[in-house]
């Protein structure tokens, strides 16, 4: 069922900071173990971590449009204004499903925000063509792009906003401030938080670049540890990691958390053993403090951690919890979770 989560799917929602967690006391958390802390750094196990050239707090680029199609033109930033720069493409399907999102953002809004849907990455060369491609297209979609739309000159702004800022795939969007630097990259998705912040005064670019920063570490140490525990081979630096990550980086950020441990605990290699399971159950011990023991998929792992250390009653505990609290919807899941519990109970 669940849940060998990638690294590339955490990148956009693990940018947290990486402040210390201060768990509940209670029967079910485990002692700390003896988990190497500043010596060695995650970056001593996974190589030097780069920081893109565009990055929270750069300046934004300028603008570098052939056509717009939608809406007034933008010829550059103006003080005091914030803007969203999207950029998407014809083929790209999450990017027409983002189309409604974006329009509602604004339409909430209004003049407070200008949303620019920069269309990239097209699959023709001649700029001619791909203006009427791309204006038939947007005619189509009619309110659902109710916003300005714009056809880059070029690779322009391909070349210049995406390139820099290491970004690899669309839809993907900037927030820029009111000061012209970008305050915010990440998916559509994730941006009604930051972007309500940042029109409201309330956004801290200073704690949001070490925010981006954490998620870069974040996701990298996590392709090591994917990469390690897929080959079955130097598991001490796994384990390494994966202590770094639960103490340093990702002690806010369950589903990270949760990952760590379902590997640990599912991996096939054959020297994975009981380090590598208490590993998993401190990991998977704070993700559940972190959501107040009341997420099913969490306790799940959690019990077959408890399981894999010889904690027998514990496993079958929190799997009976994880059953009462998974929705009926979740059929699969809980025929899983039912065939787990009687494992434990056998």
């Known amino acids: 069922m669940k849940r060998f989560i990638t690294a590339s799917t955490l990148a956009f929602s693990v940018l947290i900071g990486p402040a210390a967690l201060t768990t509940t006391a209670g029967s079910h958390t485990p002692e700390p173990t003896d988990a190497p802390h500043s010596t060695p750094t995650l970056e001593d196990l996974v190589g030097k971590i780069e920081i893109p050239e565009l990055f929270i707090g750069s300046k934004a680029p300028a603008l570098a449009i052939n056509k717009f199609l ?4 933008v010829e550059d930033f103006e003080d005091g204004q914030v803007y969203l720069v999207e950029f998407w493409a014809t083929w790209c399907s999450p990017c027409i499903k983002a189309f409604p999102h974006l329009s509602e953002l604004q339409v909430k809004h209004g003049e407070s925000v200008r949303i620019i849907g920069v269309n990239i990455w097209e699959r023709t060369q001649n700029q001619a063509e791909r ?3 791309i204006e038939t297209f947007v005619a189509e979609q009619g309110d659902r792009m109710s916003y300005t739309v714009a056809i880059e000159e070029g690779s322009a702004m391909a070349d210049t ?3 820099p800022a290491g970004q690899n795939g669309i839809p993907a969007a900037f ?3 009111g000061t012209g630097h970008i305050a915010w990259i990440g998916h559509p998705s994730g941006i009604d938080q930051p972007l309500q912040d940042i029109i409201d005064g309330k956004f801290n670019p200073t704690e949001a670049a070490e925010k ?3 998620g870069i570490m974040v996701s990298a140490g996590m392709n090591k540890f994917m990469r390690i525990l897929r080959s079955g081979k130097d598991l001490d630096d796994a384990r390494q990691i994966a202590n770094i990550l639960i103490d ?12 760590i441990a379902w590997m640990l605990l599912t991996a096939e290699a054959p020297k994975v053993g009981m380090d590598d399971f208490k590993v998993a159950h401190r990991a998977i011990a704070v993700a559940c403090e972190q959501t107040g023991w009341e997420d099913w998929s969490l306790l799940d792992t959690y019990a077959l951690a408890a399981y894999k250390i010889g904690q027998t009653d514990e496993a079958i505990k929190w799997q009976r919890k994880a059953i009462e609290l998974t929705p009926a919807t979740e059929t699969k ?4 979770l039912k065939g787990r519990l009687a494992e434990y109970e056998g």
């Open 333 to 336: 899941a809980l025929n899983e």
């Open 248 to 259: 340093d980086y990702a002690n806010k950020q369950p589903a990270t958390l949760n990952a």
């Open 161 to 163: 906003w995406m390139k």
């Open 131 to 133: 203006n009427e491609l």
């Open 70 to 73: 939608n809406g007034d033109p």
């Open 212 to 214: 981006a920063r954490n």
């Open 175 to 177: 927030i820029v401030d």
